[in-house]
């Protein structure tokens, strides 16, 4: 990106001042960041368990905290007036979840003609009580050929940050397994709106 690219995307100064309130806030709650990126600066980061509106605030603080630029997807009604700037300004990506076909092929061409991407995808889709992940996560990670980072937020510990980095196989079972054994142990904001069982996510 140069120069006048970057000027042009440079956050207005109401996002930049909403941006430094959350980070302030997310310091004085006693979050520990940890892990390490992956090299090449292109993967998918899975965010979950996604249960609480609290965890955009922790995400921010630990994506500040480890020095990520990473973009995520959020439902196209959370774009619009008041918030559709500063949602953009933070690196949010609007979807249509009604095309999700589209929104899958869209993300691999954004992969393909990006040096550096980090897309950062809650697969239960909703904050709300599911028994299934959704799989563009994985279909989008397969289709470009990027790894998985395992993104962890665990409200018991108060640590978060990126777990292992599992590349697709294209077994999808296979490779869940590794995932779903990560996220055992992590205990999200609201632990009754998770999946526990975590067989319930192979096919």
Same mark, same amino acid.
């Given at each position: 990106?140069?120069?006048?690219?970057?000027?042009? @995307?440079?956050?207005? @100064?109401?996002?930049?001042?909403?941006?430094?309130?959350?980070?302030?806030?997310?310091?004085? $709650?006693?979050?520990?960041?940890?892990?390490?990126?992956?090299?090449?600066? /292109? &993967?998918?980061?899975?965010?979950?368990?996604?249960?609480?509106?609290?965890?955009?605030?922790?995400?921010?603080?630990?994506?500040?905290?480890?020095?990520?630029?990473?973009?995520?997807?959020?439902?196209?009604?959370?774009?619009?007036?008041?918030?559709?700037?500063?949602?953009?300004?933070?690196?949010?990506?609007?979807?249509?979840?009604?095309?999700?076909?589209? @929104?899958?092929?869209?993300?691999?061409?954004?992969? /393909?003609?990006?040096?550096?991407?980090?897309?950062? !995808?809650?697969?239960?889709?909703?904050?709300?009580?599911?028994? $299934?992940? /959704?799989?563009?996560?994985? $279909? !989008?990670?397969?289709?470009?050929?990027?790894?998985?980072? @395992?993104?962890? *937020?665990? &409200?018991?510990?108060?640590?978060?940050?990126?777990?292992?980095?599992?590349?697709?196989?294209?077994? &999808?079972?296979?490779? *869940?397994? $590794? !995932?779903?054994?990560? &996220? /055992?142990?992590?205990?999200?904001?609201?632990?009754?709106?998770? !999946?526990?069982?975590?067989?319930?996510?192979?096919?």
């Amino acid at each position: 990106m140069d120069k006048t690219e970057a000027a042009a @995307v440079r956050p207005t @100064v109401l996002s930049r001042l909403l941006r430094r309130a959350l980070l302030w806030f997310y310091r004085r $709650q006693g979050w520990t960041a940890v892990g390490t990126p992956p090299p090449g600066g /292109r &993967y998918v980061l899975i965010a979950a368990p996604h249960t609480s509106n609290w965890d955009f605030v922790y995400f921010l603080g630990l994506a500040n905290t480890l020095r990520l630029d990473a973009k995520f997807m959020a439902k196209d009604s959370l774009f619009r007036w008041p918030l559709g700037r500063f949602m953009r300004d933070m690196g949010g990506i609007a979807i249509d979840r009604r095309h999700r076909r589209n @929104v899958v092929q869209a993300m691999i061409e954004e992969f /393909r003609k990006r040096d550096r991407f980090v897309l950062t !995808i809650a697969p239960e889709g909703t904050r709300s009580a599911v028994t $299934q992940w /959704r799989t563009g996560f994985y $279909q !989008i990670a397969l289709g470009a050929g990027v790894p998985m980072v @395992v993104g962890l *937020m665990d &409200y018991g510990t108060r640590t978060g940050g990126l777990g292992p980095t599992i590349m697709p196989t294209g077994d &999808y079972a296979a490779d *869940m397994r $590794q !995932i779903a054994e990560v &996220y /055992r142990s992590v205990t999200p904001k609201h632990p009754e709106r998770s !999946i526990r069982n975590f067989e319930e996510l192979l096919p």
